[in-house]
């Protein structure tokens, strides 16, 4: 299965391919700062990189806004960075809270949400407008569950988030919890629970399990509406359908994902992933899944 492949022709003058890229429209991104890279694993493979400034070393979630550009949120500054892969700058910075362990962003029209490790919601209104008005939300998720993803669900008008911690009494799941916009509230139950136990898993003695699967972000497919949500640790594409049923479980290189943070797709399905800077420079690659 390919989601989102460009197209692509072959250049026997290079011995290299060359990629031609239409994206909302437009042509692929300028190509400065870009290095192309042929290599990637069997079953994500890089097309593009693009790497971030120190300040974003910690990326830990983006989301892109058309036009190259990107929002981007680090672990440890509650502020939004608007990247712009073409010029290599960040253009402009958003802050809405102080110090934190900030792991997801999601934007819907021109409100932005982010989420703290420890459950919190962070609302940003008018983000990129002159006075962007910000309010927090608590819920019932806490450190011990260690929140890492964050998605906007265009369909429900709710926020998804995805836990990297362990379900308290259960090993059997991880879930996916729902924070409804319009209430402001967070639904005791997940609305999808990832089994631990999937044969897709491999078979792990249930004192494993803990660690067999462990999100570290959450996207939903703009034309499939699947379900996508990254591993950062030993790095992974999980894909489920709307429903939360798993459809495919997809390898990742660690040489081209040292660690896979952030995921975000244009409105056709171009997908890009984020990588903290863990032992160099973070990046963000946009990337085929085969």
Not at 42 to 48: C, G, M
């Amino acid at each position: 299965m390919i989601i989102g492949l460009p197209l692509l022709y072959w250049n026997s003058k290079a011995s290299a391919f060359n990629i031609e890229l239409e994206e909302d429209g437009k042509k692929d991104q300028s190509k400065a700062g870009v290095t192309k890279m042929e290599k990637g694993s069997s079953s994500v493979k890089v097309l593009d990189r693009w790497e971030l400034p120190s300040l974003l070393r910690e990326v830990s979630g983006i989301e892109y806004l058309g036009d190259n550009r990107f929002a981007c949120i680090q672990d440890e500054l509650g502020t939004i960075f608007i990247y712009n892969t073409a010029s290599g700058k960040i253009e402009k910075e958003i802050p809405f809270g102080g110090p934190g362990d900030f792991e997801g962003i999601a934007i819907d029209g021109n409100t932005a949400y982010a989420v703290q490790s420890d459950g919190k919601i962070y609302e940003v209104q008018d983000y990129q407008g002159a006075k962007p008005i910000v309010k927090q939300y608590a819920t019932s998720l806490t450190a011990k569950h260690n929140v890492e993803g964050l998605t906007y669900d265009k369909n429900d008008n709710r926020l998804l988030l995805a836990i990297k911690g362990e379900e308290p009494n259960t090993r059997a799941y991880k879930g996916v919890y729902a924070f409804d916009i319009k209430s402001k509230q967070l639904a005791v139950d997940p609305v999808v629970k990832i089994n631990l136990a999937d044969p897709i898993f491999g078979n792990l003695k249930e004192k494993k399990r803990k660690s067999t699967f462990q999100p570290s972000e959450i996207e939903i497919h703009p034309v499939t509406n699947d379900i996508y949500i990254l591993q950062g640790t030993d790095p992974k594409l999980l894909v489920m359908d709307a429903k939360g049923n798993k459809k495919n479980l997809y390898t990742m290189e660690r040489a081209a994902f040292p660690q896979a943070e952030g995921l975000a797709f244009t409105s056709n399905g171009e997908l890009f992933i984020s990588n903290e800077g863990k032992s160099g420079v973070a990046t963000i690659v946009r990337v085929v899944v085969e």
